[in-house]
């Protein structure tokens, strides 16, 4: 069965980085448009990157959030089947759990609703 799988987090200080994986499996992935999202407790889930399938070739086809852009990447090794969220800077208000996801379309969106495959997510603490 499709499933995505994230790894990578951990617990970090301020100003440090770390890079979170989505190894996908059951399926090819590469003509899906990924994302990443987050949820912090108590918080509603949060767009933080997508990026659109590998069949796209223009260069703007990463998106971010307004609190990560500049400081987050989002990128994808279609060899792998996997999608990256490099994270550098990181800030406590960060600490979230974060959430890789799919759907079947070229075109990347930033509302979770739009997303029809979830990871189970991965914990990133950044401590201040």
């Known amino acids: 069965q499709a499933q995505l799988v994230e790894s990578g987090g951990g617990l970090v200080q301020a100003g440090g980085s770390l890079r979170l994986s989505c190894a996908a499996s059951?399926?090819?992935?590469?003509?899906?448009?990924m994302g990443w999202f987050r949820q912090a407790p108590g918080k509603e889930r949060e767009f933080v990157a997508a990026?659109?399938?590998?069949?796209?070739?223009?260069?703007?086809?990463?998106y971010y959030s307004a609190s990560v852009k500049g400081r987050f990447t989002i990128s994808r090794d279609k060899a792998k089947n996997t999608v990256y969220l490099q994270m550098n800077s990181l800030k406590p208000e960060d600490t979230a759990a974060y959430f890789c996801?799919?759907?079947?379309?070229?075109?990347?969106?930033?509302?979770?609703?739009?997303?029809?495959?979830w990871g189970q997510g991965t914990q990133v603490t950044v401590s201040s």
């Open positions: 990026i659109s399938s590998s069949v796209v070739t223009i260069s703007s086809s990463a």
């Open positions: 996801a799919a759907r079947p379309y070229v075109v990347a969106s930033t509302a979770a609703y739009d997303y029809n495959y």
């Open positions: 059951g399926r090819t992935f590469s003509n899906y448009a």
